[in-house]
């Protein structure tokens, strides 16, 4: 079972910068979409970002021109580069990889631990 784990979560004000980044247990990212998810207390998950093998990327509404997926094969990692951060983009964020860029079911059914971030001044 493949394991991933997400980091770089914390506390930032409004208007500031964070990068997350997610491993993955093994080398599976080269072949698939990645994407990363948020959830909030009460609401579903959902897809903020996603990139395909050949680098196209895909973004919700809510969070384009300010968020920016990138992914390394080599070291089966993918990041979020989130700039102009806001309180409501406060949500723990995992990453997995969805059956299409625009969401789908996702591949992996255990999903990690996720990263808690928060936007407060």
């Known amino acids: 079972q493949v394991q991933l784990v997400e980091s770089g979560g914390g506390l930032v004000q409004p208007e500031g910068s964070l990068r997350l980044s997610c491993a993955a247990s093994r080398n599976i990212f080269s072949n698939y979409a990645m994407g990363w998810y948020r959830q909030t207390p009460g609401r579903q998950r959902s897809l903020v970002a996603a990139?395909?093998?050949?680098?196209?990327?895909h973004y919700a509404d809510s969070v384009k021109g300010r968020f920016t997926i990138s992914r390394d094969d080599a070291k089966n990692t993918v990041y979020l580069q989130m700039d102009s951060l806001k309180p409501e983009d406060t949500a723990v964020y995992y990453c997995n990889l969805p059956s299409n860029i625009t969401g789908g079911t996702p591949r992996i059914s255990s999903w990690g631990q996720g990263t808690q971030v928060t936007v407060s001044s």
């Open positions: 990139i395909t093998t050949t680098g196209i990327t």
